[in-house]
């Protein structure tokens, strides 16, 4: 009786000592350094702060997931690349989204970025003079969706509004004003970007497409 006890309280000794070594082991694969790179409109410090939930945890372990939802938090992101680097440090890549417009819609402003996602709004020296959208984001991805398919120049465009009848004006940076019908209006895109640098059309500043087969130019 006395063995089989003396042989049970080593086995838990040994037992409790592997466990210890392995813990002082995978404590050595805590995370540490994080280096970003790829960042341009985010500053480091912000994204690092972000990350704060996984600082010191296992690099071994850390699973992808954890550091999305992390960094997902904010709507700049568009997309990251990360590679652990054993012992303990995490680079990560990441990829932005690019601002085109400032949307206004009841009282409230984000930018849109070219996938027409909506990102929290914070006054960006770099995107002070994006063209305005007054509107919802739905329509003006299928309007900007066909503006570039006709190669209209849409970074000479100062502001984008749609209206209830659910048509759209555009004002452009040289004070041109284009009133579109609300329908087949691509046609009517077609007809402005053919007339707009003939002499005889220079001189107007308003071309309103809204009645069927007709220009009214002021």
Known sequence: MKKRTFIAVALLILLTTI????KIVISKFNLTTIEIKNNSLLKKEDIKKLLLPIYDKNLIFLKSEDIEKALMQNSFVESFII????????????FEK???????????????SEKIDLIEFTNLKNYQNLPYVFGNKEEFKIFYDDLNM?????????????????RWDIET??????????????????SYLNLKNKSEFKKYDVFDFRVNNQLILK
């Open 150 to 166: 006709i190669n209209f120049p849409t970074d000479k465009i100062k502001k984008y509004t749609l209206y209830e009848t659910n």
């Open 173 to 190: 940076i040289d004070k041109k004003i284009i009133k579109l019908p609300n329908k087949d209006y691509i046609e009517s895109l077609q």
């Open 19 to 22: 466990t210890s070594q392995q």
């Open 83 to 94: 590679k652990k680097i054993y012992p303990n440090t995490l680079k990560i890549e990441i």
């Open 98 to 112: 690019k601002p085109i417009a400032i949307l206004l819609n009841n009282k409230n402003k984000f930018y849109i």
